[in-house]
């Protein structure tokens, strides 16, 4: 378990991992010496640390109150790894059933513009930035796209971003989404 605490306020975190009694030392709280695996316990361990750690010293630096459960919370609460493909056709898929035909094209369209642009393969919303866009919008424009279907395709994956956001799929804090500003 990692223990965050702030002003006499404990929370746990389980690192979904268990350790015989035998093979762990209490007074330093850390594996023995002849634990097995011990490296890679400690390495969780001390990647775990590192992390709350991390978030603690970012909330401070912008000087943003939080608890020790508000944080525990917070890393819960966390992206999941999806591509980008796999969002897109979960959305047409649902957009299917529920018989809206209009939409479950629209994110086909804009799912193949993306596979001809980027290819196949392991593409998450996380790649998405500016230099990104700026490569995307300028091969719309190199395959003869006018402004209304570049318009129309940057429309259809700022929603499918804010919907995978609104799924845990993605960050609100990349900038890039921002700055687009005559697409998005």
């Not at 209490?26 to 097995?36: A, D, H, I, L, V």
């Not at 995307?136 to 003869?144: A, G, P, R």
């Amino acid at each position: 378990m990692i223990r965050v605490s702030k002003n006499r306020k404990t929370k746990y975190k389980s690192l979904g991992l268990s350790v015989h009694p035998d093979h762990w030392d209490f007074k330093t709280n850390r594996p023995k010496p002849k634990c097995p695996n011990r490296e890679l316990l400690l390495k969780i361990i001390l990647e775990k640390e590192v992390e709350f750690q991390k978030e603690i010293l970012e909330l401070n630096s912008i000087q943003k109150d939080y608890t020790a459960s508000s944080l525990i919370e917070a890393k819960t609460n966390q992206v999941k790894a999806r591509t980008v493909e796999d969002f897109y056709n979960e959305l047409i898929q649902n957009y299917q059933k529920t018989d809206r035909l209009g939409n479950a094209r629209t994110y086909k369209y804009s799912l193949s513009s993306i596979i001809r642009f980027y290819g196949r393969g392991d593409m998450f919303f996380s790649d998405i930035d500016v230099n990104w866009l700026k490569k995307y919008e300028q091969w719309l424009k190199d395959s003869k796209c006018t402004e209304i279907t570049i318009s129309f395709t940057f429309r259809t994956l700022r929603s499918a971003y804010n919907k995978a956001i609104a799924a845990k799929y993605a960050l609100k804090s990349i900038p890039s989404l921002n700055i687009k500003c005559q697409n998005f």
